[in-house]
């Protein structure tokens, strides 16, 4: 049996426990009205083929733990010692015992991965959870994913593939809305025939809080202003106003931090997405690829370094005042002519710009998440170089497998941060599953029969259909489309 993340101890026993239709959860009642239950239940549904049933026998005071069984059981202690959760499954049911609410989510989502069908006809319907006892807890504790939501995403997709990084046991997803969240500070910051309204992305925001993640709002305070994809040409504001090119520098790429405006708007913004998406303690500042910072005539005689340090610790600082650390790339700290590909740097050192100086003087409450894509086969030495000089790092892959594993291996070993893995434009499931792997349980954990590629879509294609069941083709797998001209 496979259950991904992979638990850190998973010992399977001889026999099953095999039950009805119905099945009872005895759980607190701290717990038993919480939405960590309640998409619990709706998920049971969906992983017994839409026809099992949970029924509640809430009970008013006990520990830390729950089980599910055929009858009103009751609830035994289990001692966890330094794990998250435990799971036991015998001829009583299938007792969790846990830590704390994301410790049970976690415990419920490998719960849900256990569940076979054994008969479906009316009245006769069996299911079952092999014999097992689980430990589990995770190597790395920020385990990051950062999705985008462009302008060909359905909200549909959205909601699936948030219960999927949930699944997978991702502590932390940062949603950045390129011009595809309709927010109050501007009218122009999203497409009017395309973003989606608060009301209709909220919902997917609680049910990530109700699968353990805490959800990190992101918006670019720098580059990538154009809230659009650069290889298509669009510019989510000034298609739509043109009048409002003063907030921009002139190529539209990058804001203008000279302009008073800009930074009222950019406040607004920022306090706008914190109160929208609720408690946490990050968010995302974005600020890479900047190259074209500083082209404009309003920069002429002053030094581009000095502009830049103070706005980006007057905006770590409000934030910090609002109890949100920030989190910003961090290419443009790596000196382009100290490191080589395939690592990626954009910083330089001349006559307007020095990174020496932007590190020594940046504000220590930033977290640099320092993006690299490359196939890079050792410790990732960009980040080892940032930790060095004081900064908390946490280190962002993509889609190079052996650039996630690297990354796995650098964060723990260096005492960083943790892990962001990136999906931008396309989202390949295979590294999303291996990622969540890797930084649950080590790399040395997944076997290499299970990077097949067809293993890994199949095992997403099963949870896909359970975690959002659809009968519509357009809204079924991971793609549109089966065939590409």
């Known amino acids: 049996m496979i ?7 998973f010992k399977e026993l001889k026999g099953e426990y095999v039950f009805g239709k119905c099945a009872t959860l005895s759980i607190s009642k701290k717990y038993a009205h919480s939405s960590e239950i309640k998409l619990f239940v709706e998920l049971w549904k969906n992983f017994t083929g839409s026809i099992g049933e949970i029924e509640l026998n809430i009970i008013e005071n006990c520990e ?11 609830l035994k202690k289990e001692n966890i010692k330094e794990y998250e959760y435990s799971i036991n499954c015998s001829e009583n049911g299938i007792s969790l015992s846990f830590n704390n609410v994301k410790a049970m989510a976690h415990g419920l989502c490998t719960i849900l991965q256990l569940l076979e069908v054994r008969e479906t006809k009316l009245s006769k319907e069996k299911f079952a959870v092999a014999f097992c006892n689980i430990f589990d807890k995770p190597l790395i504790a920020f385990r990051g994913v950062h999705i985008c939501v462009f302008s060909g995403m359905e909200l549909h997709f959205l909601r699936r593939l948030v219960r999927f990084l949930g699944f997978l046991k991702y502590s932390h997803i940062v949603i950045e809305f390129w011009g595809m969240l309709k927010l109050d500070a501007l009218e122009e910051l999203a497409w009017k025939d395309k973003a989606f309204t608060k009301e209709q992305v909220k919902p997917i925001i609680e049910e990530a809080k109700a699968l353990g993640m805490e959800v990190i709002p992101m918006f670019n305070h720098l580059g990538h202003a154009s809230l659009s994809r650069a290889a298509f040409g669009r510019h989510v504001i000034l298609d739509q106003n043109p009048a409002l090119a003063p907030l921009f520098e002139p190529n539209g790429w990058t804001w203008n931090i000279k302009n008073p405006d800009t930074l009222i708007l950019l406040k607004n ?13 990050y968010f995302h500042i974005g600020c890479d690829e900047a190259e074209s910072f500083g082209m ?3 920069y002429y005689g002053e030094r581009k370094n000095e502009i830049l340090i103070n706005y980006l610790n007057t905006v770590i600082n409000e934030l910090d005042k609002k109890g949100r650390r920030p989190i910003m790339w961090g290419d443009d700290l790596l000196n382009s002519a100290d490191w080589e590909k395939p690592y990626i740097a954009n910083g330089r050192i001349d006559k307007d710009f020095n990174t020496k100086e932007l590190i020594e003087k940046l504000s220590k409450k930033v977290i640099i998440d320092d993006w690299q894509y490359g196939q890079i086969d050792t410790e990732i030495e ?7 000089q004081g900064l908390d790092v946490i280190i962002s892959p993509w889609d190079n497998v052996q650039g996630i594993k690297s990354s796995v291996e650098t964060v ?10 990136t999906t931008w ?8 599953l291996s990622s969540s792997v890797f930084m649950w349980c080590g790399i040395e954990k997944m076997p290499n029969s299970i990077m097949k590629n067809n293993m890994l879509f199949a095992a997403a294609g099963g949870f896909s259909r359970k975690l ?10 991971w793609s549109k489309e089966e065939v590409v001209l």
């Open 3 to 9: 259950v991904y993340p992979n638990p850190y101890i």
């Open 64 to 74: 830390n733990n729950l089980i599910i069984s055929s009858n009103r059981s009751f």
């Open 269 to 281: 913004i920022r306090e706008e997405l914190i109160d929208f998406f609720g408690n946490g303690e």
């Open 296 to 298: 404009g005539h309003l």
């Open 382 to 388: 960009t980040s080892k170089c940032l930790s060095s």
């Open 412 to 421: 723990p070993k260096n005492n960083l941060k943790g892990i962001i893995q």
């Open 425 to 432: 434009h396309h989202i390949n499931i295979n590294y999303l």
């Open 468 to 477: 959002l069941p659809s009968k519509d083709y357009m809204l079924c797998g």
